[in-house]
Nanobody, 119 residues
């Protein structure tokens, strides 16, 4: 299973970016999927996750500014980020809980995409 993330970049404070992540490989089903981030010198933290039926959970710091979407048919998950702040600067990682017939459920991570918000 591979998760390919894209969409990071440099944006000014108040701007928007959309991150995309596509899962490929031997995938029978994906339950929960979403995004985490890691800022320099800090621990990785949850940003937003979404279940297969569309239930979402957001970190308090991004609630109201970020929105997560998924396409179950395409095995993709997107993160729309609006009103970006310098403190949103981080490497963003997509993650998916994937079921494979040979190995059962497991968490898989993308390679990370850098988001830099300039002040």
């Amino acid at each position: 299973v591979q998760l390919q993330a894209s969409g990071g970049g440099l944006v000014q404070t108040g701007g928007s970016l959309r991150l995309s992540c596509a899962a490929s490989g031997s995938i029978f089903s994906i339950s929960i999927t979403g995004w985490h981030r890691q800022a320099p010198g800090k621990q990785r933290e949850l940003v937003a996750v979404i279940t297969r039926d569309g239930s979402t959970n957001y970190a308090g710091s991004v609630k109201g500014r970020f929105a997560i979407f998924r396409d179950n048919a395409k095995n993709t998950v997107d993160l729309q980020m609006n009103s970006l702040k310098p403190e949103d600067t981080a490497v963003y990682y997509c993650v998916a809980n994937v079921y494979r017939p040979t190995t059962g459920w497991g968490n898989y991570w993308g390679q990370g995409t850098l988001v830099t918000v300039s002040s």
